[in-house]
């Protein structure tokens, strides 16, 4: 359908209105009602700011304010006639104050333009992601505490090239983890404070001849400050880069995390069990649990990657200030942080849920040869050989033990001597994997008591 009659926010000039494909390429509403509150949050602190500038009349702006409070109860109640003639949320709302409160309404817009308002209601929204993104990492982190704590000796494998290495604690596994998300936790924490300047008084570009208080419009939505040169104010997303950029390195933890769990999960591995309110059924096989979840935590990174390169697309090459492309970084935005907060809670909640089979772990802890790295490092400490000539030496025992079908401790010490001639009983001790996890108790490392205090010391820095 085209309009016949130009638009009535900015069609002063045109004398017809939009065709429909133009009305369709060009409205944002559809999506960007999502920022509704925030919206409705920076007029409030506009028109407050105007009034005590005696920029407006105090009855303008008390007409104002409440006004727009009516207009967000309209949304929040599902009431609210969202028009795509009116493009966004920002032409939406001022139209239906107009229809609520009259003239005044014409006032709100007075030294400031959709550019420096969209600029601000995005950062509040986005800063909202920072904080749900600090605390979903904050209860993932606390789960993995849990598990950590549990099973600071319990014994497994630890893999390199996905090839058994050397036993490590599931403690110390899980804490691995908790290092990933707390960095994640960190970057959250570091975008949000460079990103808390206000936009809002940076007008269309050049800033406004009206005697505006920017310092007080920043500091009634919460920012630092106002941000101090409005040509960066109104064309700045790098917050939202930013939050894109955080949450896909976390998704990345996220699934490679969730690559382990559905790993571990199988049959023919055993480490974990996954509770069924977070694991499904086959509608065919019958016996079949399957890791739903964690298998879309894997794959999570795709689209929120996919996000952080889609709006670096969009932004690279934009002259300054504002051009229309910058509508493009909403949706991007949004669904990168509905499924961001989505991926953090299931895997919350996998993590709480998840049982770890000890048997298997400490029976796949011994095999494969995982403490061969223990008998070079005996042979250098106790027969005070070169560590390149102990590696050879346990390499050749390896060799006999598989070729004997049997792991390193069933060797006899007879065989054991065929290696080198001043081996001894001792031997056996490293060989076992308790006291392998045991002596790795350099700082960081999977002894039980390294993994406790580093329990600790997270619990001390998350609460
Ligand atoms: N809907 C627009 C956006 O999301 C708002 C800003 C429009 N500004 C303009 N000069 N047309 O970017």
Known sequence: MTDTTSNKMWGGRFAAGPDAIMEAINASISFDQRMAAQDIAGSRAHAAMLATQNIITDSDADAIGKGLLTVLSEIQSGTFQ??????????????????????????????????????????????????????????????????????????????????????????????????????????????????????????????????????????????????????????????????????????????????????????????????????????????????????????????????????????????????????????????????LMLALAAMEGMVKDMSANRESLAAAAGSGFSTATDLADWLVRVLGLPFRDAHHITGSLVALAEKNGCDLPDLTLEQMKTAHDGITNDVFDVLGVENSVNSRMSYGGTAPEQVRAQVTRWKGIVG
């Open 82 to 339: 969202f028009s795509a003639a009116l493009e966004d949320i920002h032409m939406n709302v001022e139209a239906r104050l107009k229809e609520v409160i009259g003239e005044p309404a014409g006032r709100l817009h007075t030294g400031r333009s959709r550019n420096d308002q969209v600029a601000t209601d995005f950062k509040l929204w986005v800063r909202d992601q920072f904080d749900a993104a600090e605390s979903g990492l904050l209860a993932l982190i606390q789960a993995l505490l849990g598990q950590a704590e549990a099973g600071a000796a319990w014994v497994m494998p630890g893999f390199t090239h996905l090839q058994t290495a050397q036993p490590v604690t599931w403690g110390h596994h899980m804490m691995a983890y908790v290092e990933m998300f707390g960095r994640d936790l960190s970057r959250m924490r570091d975008a949000r404070a460079r990103m808390n300047e206000c936009p809002l008084g940076a007008a269309a570009l050049a800033g406004t001849s009206f005697p505006i208080d920017r310092d007080m419009t920043a500091h009634a939505l919460g920012f630092d400050r106002p941000s101090a040169n409005s040509l960066d104010a109104v064309s700045d997303r790098d917050f939202a880069l930013d939050f894109l950029g955080s949450a896909s390195i976390c998704a990345m933890h996220l699934s490679r995390f969730a690559e382990e769990l559905v790993i571990w999960s199988s049959a023919q591995f055993r480490f974990v069990t996954l509770s069924d309110r977070f694991s499904t059924g086959s509608s065919i096989m019958p016996q079949k649990k399957n890791p739903d979840a964690a298998e879309l935590i894997r794959a999570k990174i795709g689209r929120i990657m996919g996000a952080n390169v889609a709006l670096m697309m969009v932004m690279k090459g934009l002259p300054l200030a504002y051009s229309k492309d910058m509508q493009e970084d909403k949706e991007q935005v949004f669904d990168a942080a509905d499924n």
